[in-house]
C-alpha cells in the first residue's frame, strides 16, 4: 500500500487503557477510536471486528481453527504457510521521515508465511500478558488494522480504510534493547527491518528455548543451551574425496522467523599443502577442503561490479570462486588458496 505524508504528527491516542483480559479486549478501541486511528464505520469487539473472519488461513476454507494452551505451544505448531487471505490496502501515515519504517511494515503484512504467523497467534492463543513478547503484541494489533476475508479486494479508494499511524509497533521497537534510537534518526529500511525481524525472532528464541529445556527436564533428557555452538565432522563427497565439515548453524535455535526467512550458506575452503617425501598425491597435494555451514536471514550482494546488471548477475558473482594469494597453510607456506561461498539452503523468503 501507498505510504500517506502529513507534515504534521497524527494526534496521540487516549493516554491510558484498562488492562486488557484477552485478546479482542486488547483490539478493542479505547474511547472510540484505536491506538493508532479511527478505521471507517468505527470496530466492534467482535471476532469479526475489522472484517477479520473467524478462521485463521490454514483452515481458511473448512472454519477449523487449532487452538493452544500457551504461545510456546502455537510457535512449536506452527506451519509454514504461504495461502493467506487477501489483504485489503491500507495506508500508513507518514509522521516526520517514518516512510523507511512504514515501507518495511506494508511489504511484511503481504508477506503471507509472516502475516498467517501473526494472526494465527492472534486467533488461537489467548493472550498472556506477559512483558517478554512486546513486539509480537504490537505486530498483532498491527495486523489487526487491515481488513481481510474471502471477497474480492475493493478496486476503489473510497472503499479502503482511513490511512493510519502504526505507534504500537514504534512504541515497542523503542522499548527493545536491539532499537533504542530515537525516532528520525534511523533511515535505512533494510537496517530498520533487520532489526524488527531480528527483534521479533529474539522474542520466540527466548520463550522456545525455556520451553524445550523445560520438557527436555520433564523427560529426563537435560539439554544445557550453549553447551555446544558448533558440530564437525568428516564427510566424503563426490569422487571420494574427503572434506571436513564444520556446522556453526546447529547454534541457531528454530523459530518460525528463522523458517521463513532463515537459509543456510556453505563456505568451502580449499588450501595446497607441500607433501614431504611424496604420497598418494605426488610431491605437491592438496590437504582435504575445510568447509563451514553458517545461519542467514540477509544476503548483501554486490551490485557495484560492471559484470552486474540483474540480480542474477549479483547472484552468480556471489558464489564465484575467490582467489587468496600468499595464503599460509599449515605448513607455514604461503600458497594461493580458492573461497567459494554456495547457497547450501535457499529461504522460504529471501
Sequence with gaps: GADVNESAPATAGPTSKPKPVSWAALLKPAN???????SKGGSTNSSRANGHPDTFYDDYNSGKQPTYKSLEDALESWKLAFNAPPVQPRGLVNTGN???????LQAL????PFYNLLWGVKASVAFSFKATTPLIEALIQYVHEFKHDRTPLSQTLTDLADPFVPENVYEALRKKNVFQTLRGQQEDAQEFMSYLVDGINEEMSTILCAHRLSASLVSGEVVSPGASDSSSWLEVGHHNKAMHIRDSSVAVTKTPI???FG????STLDVPCAISGGSAF???GKAPPS????????LALDVSSDNVETIEDAFDEFVAPETIEGYMNVLGESVTATKQILLE???PVL
Design 32 to 38: 472510540g477510536t484505536s491506538g493508532s486511528s479511527a
Design 98 to 104: 517514518m516512510c523507511f519504517m512504514n515501507v518495511v
Design 109 to 112: 503484512l503481504y508477506c503471507a
Design 258 to 260: 528463522t523458517r521463513i
Design 263 to 266: 537459509g543456510s550458506l556453505q
Design 282 to 284: 605426488g610431491s605437491k
Design 291 to 298: 568447509s563451514n555451514r553458517e545461519a542467514f536471514q540477509w
Design 345 to 347: 539452503r535457499v529461504p
